[in-house]
């Protein structure tokens, strides 16, 4: 990725567009339903090895000590939840992976971490070229063939490459090319392993529904990736739990003594009251005139799952 001029501003480098470029929207039930199985069939290929599990801990730990500043106000912030939900839909439209989709969010959480999202507040294109840096940089690190920058379209803007290759290295720079990324999904199998009355194979295609039912109102830098697969797995094994069973069963799971209870109950407090209100909305809009389920789009939630890449976008051992 070369560098480009840095004498231009960037706002030189965008152009506002009359009309939307869009990106095409794709629901085919039939590939969302083979991509979640995939997705669960590499989960569950995972051996439940303790020292794998003591490995990613161990990164955790570490990234945790390098990036910690966010505050709870920034996850509702409709900046951050207008970005994630483009990443959501562009990595539908290009099929790309689930695990693209977290760590791109992941990327912008952790840019946030380190600089005030007020900072943007009356930039909004500058959150939007964010946004697509961070997709970029993930499906890069992810996919094993991402498209272009400047194949990344949004909705009333266009970004020249170099504009976008000029936040990617605003980004890398911010991160300190720190760009291999812990996510939830590696655990899954693990703590669902551990859970018996519907095994993993019940509980990792619901826990997966759930992480991404929140990702959009909970910042990913709040919670350790072991903690949201904990929660994850807790409300995928039942939704009413009360504050006491929570840390009841995380103390049986296999690293209890990494995971601190009091977050696990606060990361599942948002992962259920999400998960409900996103099937409200969906029973709301599908409750309204002229409306049809071929005709909505795809949201994430457990009601509607969002896209998966096809297995040749696979890339590395999960992380």
């Known amino acids: 990725m070369a560098e480009s001029n840095d004498s231009a501003p960037p706002s030189a480098l ?3 567009e009359d009309g939307p470029p869009g990106l095409d929207d794709e629901d085919d039930d039939g590939v969302l339903q083979h991509d979640m199985a995939a997705l669960c069939n590499e989960i569950l290929a995972l051996e439940a ?7 990613l801990l161990s990164r955790e730990k570490e990234r945790e000590s390098r990036t910690r500043d966010s505050s709870p106000e ?3 912030d409709p900046a951050r939840s207008g970005a994630i939900r483009w990443i959501l839909e562009a990595q539908r439209c290009f099929r790309f992976g689930l695990r693209t989709a977290y760590t791109a969010v992941a990327y912008f959480d952790r840019f946030f971490a380190h600089k005030t999202i007020d900072a943007m507040k ?3 294109w500058a959150v939007k070229l964010l946004s697509v840096a961070c997709l970029s940089l993930a499906a890069k690190m992810e996919e094993h063939g991402a498209p272009a920058v400047s194949e990344f379209r949004v909705k009333g803007y266009r970004f020249s490459s170099e504009a976008a290759q000029r936040m990617e290295l605003f980004v890398l720079s911010t991160l300190e090319w720190r760009m291999l990324t812990v996510t939830p999904f590696p655990y899954l199998n693990v703590f669902a392993s551990e859970f018996d009355e519907l095994g993993p194979k019940g509980l990792i295609p619901k826990a997966i529904d759930f992480i991404f039912a929140a990702i959009e109102v909970m910042n990913l830098v709040d919670f350790q990736p072991s903690t949201i697969a ?3 797995v807790l409300a995928a094994w039942d939704g009413r739990l009360t504050k006491k069973l929570v840390e009841s069963k995380t103390s049986l799971l296999s690293c209890r003594g990494s995971l ?3 977050h696990v109950f606060s990361c599942y407090s948002v992962i259920v009251r999400q998960s409900h209100e996103e099937k409200a909305r969906a029973a709301r809009f599908l409750a309204s005139s002229d409306t049809s389920p071929a005709n909505c789009e795809s949201t994430t ?3 509607c799952t969002v896209s998966l890449a096809t297995t040749s976008n696979k890339r590395r051992r999960l992380q």
């Open 74 to 76: 920034s996850s509702r």
């Open 49 to 55: 090895d303790g020292e794998y599990v003591e490995w």
């Open 122 to 124: 009356d930039k909004t």
């Open 14 to 16: 965008i152009g506002e």
């Open 301 to 303: 939630g457990t009601g």
């Open 230 to 232: 904990a929660a994850a």
């Open 260 to 262: 601190d209870a009091e």
